[in-house]
């Protein structure tokens, strides 16, 4: 446009026709007025494509003249203290990665990143955050990654992460953190999938070991290098792990204090605990009833100090904590009890305790409960099956095949005749009978032996498209001899078919 109102302001000729001087002058002064916004790389950044990079260039303060088409933006390695609310002037709606990695920032203002709607990954560590405040991260309903490690987190408070719909990992690996950020899970509005937690290198001296249990993703929760107190819970918690061979203690076993300790006899009393096997086993009650579930691998003497969780479809109970009111108590040696099984209470149940052992492969410390019929329970998907419910489909399979040859036979050799009517003029089986039958009065002796019946498959015959006109029958029955199709068992076909039309 500035272009044009040069070209017209110098009186040139554009298609033929002269410019107006007053339209040239209106365009030069929208120009002066509202300068062209062109989008060019900082000269202190490097900018590849869609990738800007303005990292270790000594920034105490964030540019704002970065070009908003940019997918990744890298400021690492700076002197950056702060991320205000306008630390750009232009929302970045392509950002899927924002790198703030390695510099000072100590705050970070609510709705800082409503700016950048559709990040992806997020890197804030090596920083000098202290606190992670309410709708801190409030605008990133799509962030799936966020690295907050390497800073001073001591606290987090509730709602922090509470518009972060879609993250999956979490990184608070070298904080400062005491309590487990249990609320990371529970609040609403959190991560409703997060599969990734990485606590490792924190303060953290005990940790909730029944809410954890009750977590579908606690395979994925790194706890290594933490001051743990070692205590019955923790230990029974580390050895379910073990035999879910969970790569958060396969792969850091050695660097969690409660475990291959040979001090820790003292910490759980082993009377009781068994050196027997650990086999899968099954439990059925009818609907109403009690049932009594012992724990695999603990006696049904009464243990001191012992702490026994169990893991059941719905919930997670505890022998420390039982209300003598409630539908499952734990009782002391470590049993469960079912009072007033219900339907919906079948399922899987996992019994963790300290055994003070390492599980074999095949050992199983989980049983299972059916309540009611054990094949309607287990068709409905609410346990697994047994070997007698296998048992019972493969008989049942088999009844089946059984059924299906009979009727086969019974309908190759006792198919009723119905065709005898029509030599008599009438319509009768018309042209697609399958099956013709012959007049006993009319064969030979030696014919009479297989049994009277003449099976034969002929090609059906299109019917005439005039009802009233008469139908060609599509064989003269006068002119068929069949020998036997089924004779001692066997398929024997000899027979001959002679068609009146090519005896002409």
Not at 169 to 185: A, E, H, K, V, W
Not at 241 to 254: A, C, E, H, I
Request: net charge neutral.
């Amino acid at each position: 446009m500035c272009s044009m109102a040069s070209q017209c302001s110098g009186e040139t000729y554009v298609g033929g026709s002269r410019c107006n001087p007053a339209a040239a002058a209106l365009l030069l002064l929208l120009c002066l007025v509202f300068p062209p916004s062109v989008a060019t790389c900082p000269p202190y950044c490097l900018c590849a494509s869609d990738i800007i990079s303005c990292s270790g260039r000594n920034l105490s303060v964030l540019p704002v003249d970065l070009p908003s088409y940019a997918t990744r933006l890298d400021l690492s390695h700076n002197d950056l203290s702060a991320l205000p609310t306008d630390w750009t002037p232009e929302p970045f709606d392509r950002l899927t990665t924002l790198v703030l990695s390695r510099n000072s920032i100590r705050r970070i203002e609510v709705n800082a990143f409503t700016v950048t709607p559709h990040l992806l990954h997020l890197d804030l560590s090596s920083n000098q955050l202290t606190a992670l405040n309410l709708s801190i991260f409030t605008g990133l309903k799509e962030l799936k990654e966020l690295l907050l490690y390497d800073n001073q987190i001591i606290q987090i408070n509730p709602g922090a992460f509470s518009d972060l719909h879609s993250l999956q990992r979490l990184y608070l690996s070298g904080n400062r953190l005491t309590t487990f950020p249990l609320g990371i899970y529970w609040e609403p509005g959190g991560p409703r999938n997060l599969t990734f937690l990485d606590l490792s290198y924190n303060r953290l001296s005990k940790v909730p070991v029944q809410s954890l249990l009750s977590l579908p993703q606690q395979g994925g929760i790194y706890l290594q290098e933490n001051p743990l107190v070692c205590d019955c819970a923790l230990l029974a918690l580390l050895e379910y792990w073990m035999w879910k061979q969970y790569r958060t203690l396969v792969d850091f076993r050695g660097q969690y204090p409660c475990w291959g300790d040979s001090g820790q006899g003292s910490v759980c009393s082993q009377q009781g605990v068994s050196d027997m096997p650990l086999e899968a086993q099954t439990y059925q009650e009818e609907p109403g009833k009690m049932l009594r579930v012992p724990c695999p691998g603990l006696a049904s003497s009464t243990q001191e100090g012992l702490v026994v969780f169990w893991v059941t479809p719905r919930t997670v109970v505890n022998s420390s904590t039982n209300d003598p009111n409630a539908h499952l108590i734990v009782l002391p040696n470590g049993t469960l009890e079912i009072r007033g099984a219900l339907m919906g209470d079948s399922g899987t149940y996992g019994c963790v305790a300290a055994r003070r052992r390492l599980y074999d492969p095949y050992e199983s410390v989980e049983v299972n409960v059916v309540i009611g019929n054990l094949s309607t329970a287990s068709a409905s998907g609410l346990a697994p099956r047994s070997g007698a419910e296998h048992f019972n489909t493969a008989f049942t399979t088999l009844a089946s095949c059984v059924v299906s040859i009979i009727l086969v036979l019974l309908y190759l050799y006792l198919t009723p005749c119905r065709c005898r009517e029509s030599r008599g003029g009438s319509r009768g089986c018309g042209g697609r009978a399958l099956i013709l039958c012959s007049d006993p009065r009319e064969v030979e002796s030696g014919q009479r032996r297989s049994n009277g019946k003449r099976v034969a498959f002929l090609e059906p015959q299109a019917e005439d498209s005039d009802i009233g006109s008469p139908k060609t029958p599509a064989m003269n029955l006068g002119h068929v001899t069949t020998e036997g199709i089924l004779k001692n068992g066997s398929r024997t076909v000899g027979h001959t078919l002679t068609d009146p039309a090519h005896m002409a």
